[in-house]
């Protein structure tokens, strides 16, 4: 059971109730909770790190949004840096993840930046990982940029079963260069982040806490986040659990699950007509699905979660999960207006527009993106204006 004094606490911080239950009120406390270092005088408050790149889940998913996209400075505040080679290993040293900061006494993995530099009229992203305080990276090992995603309407891509993952993926086969495919994790279809490497929001909550925060769950033990056993300071820094406990428990994991089940759908500004019968008709459909739960009813996400070749130009040379490094996880189209007003679209927030966005599309939606550049001006405007009211 959750200890009294922590419910308690989570009351305290908790708002008058809008949410659904009072699990969703405590999670909802716990999303934005500050943790400190341990020791602290509120334990249930303490395990922050050693090394980190947030103090809480809002500091990147700011009011459960996207994070922002603010060059130089951002990292750790809504961007990451993530870490891979093609097979999907880590770095032997820095992990999945490159923690920009750390509680005192300790030192952070590094203190990356980023910018954007103009390519064929394009935005690209410019990252500068500067010096690495624990030794270079393996020679196979990639860096890139990940953008924390919009949390809302996630309770419902959860409802969506396997089965309409996998029927969804048999009808691509009959689309012109389409070819999705479910994420297959173990027994389990992976369907959350964007190369959709955790199946559920138990998955990607503890993995978050982990790599973001450095605190322990059931799922990822390790009290010293993602540190390496190079990282000796680190594997020996104070920590907020007795030993063969862990920092968050499974109440409290689930009390954030509670809260992200809460989180409604973003609801579409743009009429239905014209600029959809257009969507439909480039193919764009094929892989921005609207999807439907177990009872029946649609999830106007716009995502099939599957995962597709988009081909050279999004390769970043890290695989992650069961995708490839050239596969991404068809990124939900709902709330996309909010998503281009913090800073842009795509995992690293590249894409100033919808148009740059298609840009971007290779691989598997190389038929569609020419169909969008034969369009009249006319036709693209009204297709913009569609998917920019989602």
């Known amino acids: 059971m959750v200890p009294r004094r922590v419910i308690l606490a989570l009351l305290a911080l908790a708002a008058p109730a809008h949410a659904a239950s009072l699990d969703a009120e405590m999670g909802r406390a716990l999303f934005n909770r500050q943790w400190v270092a341990a020791p602290s005088s509120t334990q249930s408050d303490d395990g922050l790190g050693p090394i980190y790149d947030a103090r809480s889940c809002s500091a990147c998913h700011v009011g459960a949004g996207a994070g922002p996209v603010a060059p130089i400075t951002a990292i750790g505040a809504g961007m990451v840096v993530r870490l891979g080679n093609a097979r999907g290993e880590s770095d032997p040293v820095y992990g999945f993840q490159l923690q920009t900061k750390a509680i005192a006494g300790h030192l952070p993995e590094g203190a990356p930046k980023f910018d954007f530099k103009i390519e064929n009229g394009l935005r690209v992203p410019a990252l500068k990982l500067g010096v690495l305080n624990f030794g270079p990276l393996a020679l196979d090992t990639h860096a890139a940029l990940r953008r924390a995603p919009s949390l809302f309407g996630v309770g419902l891509l959860a409802k969506i079963p396997d089965r309409e993952i996998f029927a969804q993926a048999a009808k691509e086969k009959n689309s012109d260069g389409v070819r999705g495919r479910p994420a297959t994790l173990g027994k389990n279809i992976g369907r959350f982040g964007w190369k959709a490497a955790q199946a559920d929001l138990e998955g990607q909550v503890g993995s978050a806490l982990s ?19 190079t990282e000796k300071a680190c594997r020996a820094g104070p920590h907020g659990a007795e030993p063969g406990e862990v920092e968050v428990p499974d109440q409290l994991r689930d009390l954030i699950v509670a809260y992200l089940n809460s989180l409604p759908a973003p609801r579409a500004q743009a009429a239905l007509g014209r600029g959809q019968v257009i969507f439909n008709q480039l193919g764009c459909n094929a892989c921005h699905a609207i999807m439907k739960t177990a009872d029946g009813k649609p999830v106007v996400a716009y995502t099939d979660l599957l995962l597709h070749d988009m081909g050279s130009a999004l390769d970043d040379g890290i695989a992650e999960g069961n995708a490839k490094s050239n596969e991404w996880r068809t990124a939900p189209l709902w709330g996309l207006a909010a998503r281009l007003k913090g800073g842009g679209l795509l995992h690293d927030g590249r894409a100033r527009s919808v148009e740059e966005a298609i840009a971007w599309h290779g691989g598997e939606a190389l038929t569609a993106r020419g169909r969008f550049d034969a369009l009249s001006e006319d036709d693209k405007t009204a297709l913009v204006k569609f998917v920019e009211g989602l």
Request: charged letters at 20%; proline letters at 11%; one cysteine or more.
């Open 211 to 229: 790599r973001d925060i450095g605190l322990s769950t059931t799922a990822f033990p390790d009290p010293w986040g993602e540190c390496s056993a």
